[in-house]
């Protein structure tokens, strides 16, 4: 199988997924029976359709980099958000929807999680430093950076949009467009120091590197809630 071939049978599976994933709501979410049964057919071909591709792999050993596994940010941003939607939804109803400041703070608390998988999957493994030297390595399953993937991207459904919604809310209308920039701004600078961590990449265990993310998260998800009673009060005014 060629590059361009496998890069193409591994987007056509995630649209399968997706797929899948949606018919799935759908049937509970449709009201009439010929929409629930369309539904079922199409989640059940899309299910068929992935087991045939799994089968036709064979026993031929697959070469996986790491940069595939950025597919699956997006991947789980699309499959998740009717999950936390209908999640939303149903906390709604009964009247018990977190306020968007308090997402925020779950959210950084999962995110801390996220890096946690990563902590316990780094345990034992040398640092970069030394395997550059020679240092033997053990194996670790791609389930730890796919699970990693899973729990940041749900809590990015907690932050982002989230952070957005809360911005617009608080802006004065005049400087609205301005803050929701600066909100960009922010983020871009975030993300810009993250390379910090990159900093410290090979000489620190790597288990010690994903506690820094660990205590970073719980210490923003603490310091969210410590305030939370005036955020919540600025998004009534």
Same mark, same amino acid.
């Given at each position: 199988m =060629?590059?361009l071939? &496998?890069?193409?049978?591994?987007?056509?599976?995630?649209?399968l997924?997706?797929?899948a994933?949606?018919? $799935?709501?759908?049937?509970?979410?449709s009201?009439?029976? &010929?929409?629930?049964?369309? $539904? #079922?057919?199409?989640?059940?071909?899309?299910?068929? $359709?992935?087991?045939f591709?799994? &089968?036709s792999?064979?026993?031929k050993?697959? =070469?996986?980099?790491? @940069?595939?596994f @950025? @597919?699956f940010?997006?991947?789980?941003v699309?499959?998740?958000? !009717?999950?936390?939607m209908?999640?939303f939804?149903? %906390?709604?109803?009964?009247?018990?929807? +977190?306020s968007?400041p308090r997402k925020?703070g779950?959210?950084m608390?999962?995110?801390?999680?996220?890096?946690?998988?990563?902590v316990? #999957?780094s345990?034992?493994?040398p640092?970069?430093d030394?395997?550059?030297e020679?240092a033997t390595?053990?194996r670790?399953? !791609?389930?730890? %950076?796919i699970?990693?993937?899973?729990v %940041? =991207?749900f809590?990015?459904?907690?932050?982002? !949009?989230?952070?957005?919604s809360?911005v617009?809310?608080?802006?004065? +209308?005049?400087y609205?467009?301005?803050?929701?920039?600066?909100?960009?701004?922010?983020t $871009?600078i975030?993300?810009?120091?993250v390379?910090?961590?990159?900093?410290l990449?090979?000489g620190? +265990?790597?288990?010690?590197?994903?506690?820094i993310?660990?205590?970073?998260?719980?210490?923003?998800?603490?310091?969210i809630?410590?305030?939370?009673?005036?955020l919540?009060?600025? =998004?009534k005014?």
């Amino acid at each position: 199988m =060629t590059g361009l071939s &496998r890069i193409l049978a591994n987007v056509l599976n995630l649209v399968l997924i997706i797929i899948a994933v949606y018919g $799935a709501f759908a049937i509970f979410q449709s009201e009439k029976k &010929r929409s629930k049964l369309i $539904a #079922g057919l199409v989640t059940l071909a899309s299910i068929v $359709a992935l087991i045939f591709s799994y &089968r036709s792999l064979g026993d031929k050993p697959v =070469t996986l980099l790491p @940069q595939i596994f @950025q @597919q699956f940010n997006p991947f789980f941003v699309v499959a998740l958000t !009717p999950v936390s939607m209908a999640v939303f939804g149903a %906390l709604a109803a009964k009247g018990k929807e +977190p306020s968007a400041p308090r997402k925020i703070g779950i959210g950084m608390f999962i995110a801390a999680l996220g890096f946690l998988i990563m902590v316990f #999957g780094s345990l034992g493994l040398p640092t970069p430093d030394a395997l550059k030297e020679g240092a033997t390595f053990q194996r670790v399953t !791609p389930n730890v %950076l796919i699970s990693t993937y899973l729990v %940041l =991207t749900f809590a990015e459904l907690f932050l982002s !949009p989230m952070g957005i919604s809360f911005v617009s809310k608080v802006a004065p +209308p005049k400087y609205k467009g301005m803050m929701m920039g600066l909100w960009f701004v922010a983020t $871009a600078i975030g993300n810009y120091m993250v390379s910090i961590i990159g900093m410290l990449w090979g000489g620190l +265990p790597l288990w010690v590197l994903w506690s820094i993310l660990i205590a970073l998260c719980v210490i923003s998800a603490v310091f969210i809630f410590s305030i939370m009673k005036k955020l919540e009060n600025a =998004t009534k005014d």
